[in-house]
C-alpha cells in the first residue's frame, strides 16, 4: 500500500502564489510517476501536472508557465509550485501517484483563490 500525504493549500489572493507537498510512504517503487489532479465544484477531476521518477514534466496548458512541478526523490516528495493564481484555479488539489499498474491518492487539499 501507499500513503500519500498532502499539504500547503489554502486562501490566497489573486496574483498570488502557493506551494503544495505532497509526501509519499509505504510500499514505493523507483519507477512511477507522480502528479497533481484538481476538482473544481460542479467539474471534472483532471491533470494539473506530473513527473516521470526520470524527472520528465507534463502540464495541463492552463497552467504552463504559471505552475512548476518538482520532486525530491530522497524524500519522496513531489511538489507543486503555483504561481500567478486566479479565481480559476480555485480547487481541491489531490496528488496522484502510479506504479506497477496502480494508481493511488491523497486526500486532497483546498485551493482557494479570492480577493
Known amino acids: 500500500q501507499v500513503q500519500l500525504v498532502e499539504s500547503g493549500g489554502g486562501l490566497v489572493q489573486p496574483g498570488g502564489s502557493l506551494r503544495l507537498s505532497c509526501a509519499a510512504s509505504?510500499?514505493?517503487?523507483?519507477?512511477?510517476?507522480m502528479g497533481w489532479y484538481r476538482q473544481a465544484p460542479g467539474k471534472q477531476r483532471e491533470l494539473v501536472a506530473d513527473?516521470?521518477?526520470?524527472?520528465?514534466?507534463n502540464y495541463a496548458d492552463s497552467v504552463k508557465g504559471r505552475f512548476t512541478i518538482s520532486r525530491d526523490n530522497a524524500k519522496n516528495t513531489v511538489y507543486l509550485q503555483m504561481n500567478s493564481l486566479t479565481p480559476e484555479d480555485t480547487a481541491i488539489y489531490y496528488c496522484?501517484?502510479?506504479?506497477?499498474?496502480?494508481?493511488?491518492w491523497g486526500q486532497g487539499t483546498q485551493v482557494t483563490v479570492s480577493s
Open positions: 509505504g510500499t514505493l517503487f523507483g519507477i512511477n510517476t
Open positions: 513527473i516521470t521518477h526520470r524527472g520528465v514534466t
Open positions: 496522484n501517484r502510479n506504479q506497477l499498474l496502480r494508481t493511488y
